[in-house]
């Protein structure tokens, strides 16, 4: 009943830009925490980024500089502007959100994931 669709991910050479945006929508009461994953062919789940509901952001070292996560809590969307890509950014794109459904507890929930690939 809660469910997130991301959007925004596509081809792009290296020094490129893109923005994601993921829009939650379903039985949602609030959002907590938000964040973007991404996962690349053979290796682990890494953390991007993240954003809390008052807008307090963190940021991995691999990326810093370069992404800007922000979000707009009337659309219950969060999004990834990605500047200076680089080819080891290629990666699976996955949104997070930290939701409380009406009448439930805090439960995360994932999108379904956008392909980010950027050539040399």
């Known amino acids: 009943q809660v469910r997130l669709v991301e959007s925004g991910g596509g081809f792009v050479q290296a020094g490129g830009s893109l923005k994601l945006s993921c829009a939650a929508s379903?039985?949602?009461?609030?959002?907590?925490?938000m964040g973007w994953y991404r996962q690349a062919p053979g290796k682990q789940r890494e953390l991007v980024a993240t954003?809390?509901?008052?807008?307090?952001?963190n940021i991995a070292d691999s990326v810093k500089g370069r992404f800007t996560i922000s979000r707009d809590n009337v659309k219950n969307t969060v999004y990834l502007q990605m500047n200076s890509l680089k080819p080891e950014d290629t990666a699976v794109y996955y949104c997070?959100?930290?939701?409380?459904?009406?009448?439930?507890?805090?439960?995360?929930?994932w999108g379904q994931g956008t392909q980010v690939t950027v050539s040399s």
């Open positions: 954003i809390t509901s008052g807008g307090t952001t």
């Open positions: 997070i959100a930290d939701v409380q459904a009406r009448y439930k507890s805090y439960q995360n929930y």
């Open positions: 379903g039985n949602i009461f609030r959002i907590n925490d």
